[in-house]
């Protein structure tokens, strides 16, 4: 069964039908919102809001082991994870749609591994490429199906917000060979291969990063909210394309 994991600007799936929520709990605590299953073209999926229902829960603040458990123990073993970032490279506006190939984590203080010692003893997962080849591949004939351009590959550079970054942190993360900038790829990315799920990401430059291009001075909030909705609208139709196409 697919997952789809909603970020900023998608809090819900529009052509669900017979959506159900499904309130669950976890050893790890209770997940951002209830789930939602129901059918895209006839094929079961479940959402998830990362951020809550209202949107209102910070990205240090949300709770990943419970959110990537309870998918899991809901039967998903595909995620599809859609954020919003911000472009760090020049070639990457807004608007621009991204499937990242690799991740750099920035974030500090994270409940961030279900083997902590007490609920399931210590492992080391490999992490070497941090999102799933043939489900990243998926995504991409998807947005080809649809007529929507996608960028393959680059890095996904993690931080902490709810801030946006500095110039000088955007300059640094330049330098490391950070492509985009988001805050909840990790751990949720780390926390799918720990419990066996295949995870990918989906990432809608709403902005220029800090520090670059018609942001040298300074990030206009209202400009990424427009963005973002135009853009949700093609995700939902790359979506609705990958399970058309994939028969989850």
Do not use: W
Not at 181 to 202: H, N, W
Request: a negative charge; proline letters at 4%; one cysteine or more.
């Amino acid at each position: 069964m697919l997952g789809i994991i909603g970020g900023s600007g998608l809090n819900r799936i529009a052509d669900l039908e017979a959506p159900r929520r499904v309130t669950m709990n976890t050893p790890y605590g209770e997940p951002s919102a209830a789930l939602t299953v129901g059918k895209l073209h006839g094929f079961e999926v479940v959402f998830l809001a990362r951020h809550g229902d209202g949107h209102t829960i910070a990205p240090h603040r949300i709770n990943y082991r419970a959110n990537i458990h309870a998918l899991h123990a809901q039967g998903v073993r595909d995620v599809i994870a859609v954020a919003t970032v911000g472009g760090i490279c020049d070639d990457l506006g807004p608007g621009t749609l991204v499937v990242p190939d690799q991740i750099i984590d920035y974030t500090h203080g994270r409940e961030a591994t279900f083997f902590d010692g007490v609920a399931q003893p210590l492992q080391h997962i490999d992490f070497t490429r941090p999102f799933h080849g043939a489900l990243r591949g998926r995504l991409l004939q998807a947005g080809a199906a649809s007529g929507e351009s996608l960028h393959d590959g680059g890095v996904y550079g993690a931080t902490q917000g709810p801030r946006l970054e500095t110039a000088a942190e955007i300059e640094r993360m330049a330098r490391d060979g950070a492509d985009v900038v988001g805050m909840t790829g990790m751990p949720e990315a780390a926390l799918a291969r720990e419990i066996g799920i295949d995870y990918a990401m989906l990432c809608v430059v709403v902005n220029a990063a800090a520090g670059r291009g018609s942001n040298a001075e300074g990030v206009a909030m209202a400009e990424i909210t427009a963005v973002a909705e135009a853009a949700m609208r093609r995700v939902a139709i790359i979506l609705a394309s990958v399970v058309q196409h994939h028969g989850h």
